[in-house]
């Protein structure tokens, strides 16, 4: 989670680790507690999400932040995002869309600076994968893991590449189902 100022959303100001729960619960990870705090004046503050591999979403506004706890529900359609809307929409939530496996903040599916490439490579690069398989499963907590398994797979069964690709299809803003979409995020850099 991330604090940025009323007058430079691109500056960030605090930020804190925290835990993304599969609910889309947002928790300290050390309490387990949905409430967050961070050491900084009260004031307008926009509150921006980042998890490892997926597009950063961050609120439409300045939320007006003091001592007292205040919610912010990004699964929730109703609930702006600052830029253009890059949330999945599964069902009545939002999601974040994940594959960004190169950390370039976007999401490529086919072209150049892709992420399925990205993948490939460290599949192939892997000292373990000694037979230079593009079906070798990589163990492990990486950002090409993104359909978050525990392991990076770049063809066969549930593997990578095909949720970075699902996110390309299901882009609000890929109205022609382009497989070569390029799905930026919102966040301001």
């Known amino acids: 989670m991330e604090l940025r100022p009323q007058q430079q959303p691109q500056t960030r ?15 300290d990870a050390m309490t387990g507690s949905t409430a967050l705090s961070f050491k900084v004046a009260p004031g307008d503050y926009y509150v921006a999400l980042r998890h490892r591999n997926h597009l950063a979403v961050m609120s439409a506004a300045p939320l007006k932040l003091t001592a007292n ?7 929730q359609s109703t609930t702006p995002i600052y830029g253009n809307e890059v949330r999945i929409s599964q069902s009545a939530v939002r999601l974040l869309p994940t594959g960004d496996a190169n950390a370039d903040f976007k999401l490529i599916s086919d ?6 490439n990205t993948v490939l490579g460290v599949i192939l690069a892997s000292p373990e994968n000694t037979g230079a398989h593009t079906n070798f499963q990589l163990p492990g907590y990486r950002t090409t893991d993104m359909n978050l398994d525990g392991k990076t797979l770049y063809v066969g069964p ?15 803003g890929n ?12 966040l301001p850099q």
């Not at 072209?111 to 399925?116: A, E, F, H, L």
């Open 175 to 186: 109205s022609t189902n382009s497989t070569n979409y390029i799905l930026p995020s919102s």
């Open 158 to 172: 549930d593997n990578d590449v095909n949720a970075l690709l699902g996110n390309i299809l299901l882009a609000p």
């Open 13 to 27: 100001v605090a930020s804190q680790a925290a835990l993304l729960q599969r609910d889309g619960d947002v928790v």
């Open 111 to 116: 072209g150049p600076g892709n992420d399925k």
């Open 69 to 75: 706890a205040s919610t912010l529900d990004f699964t």
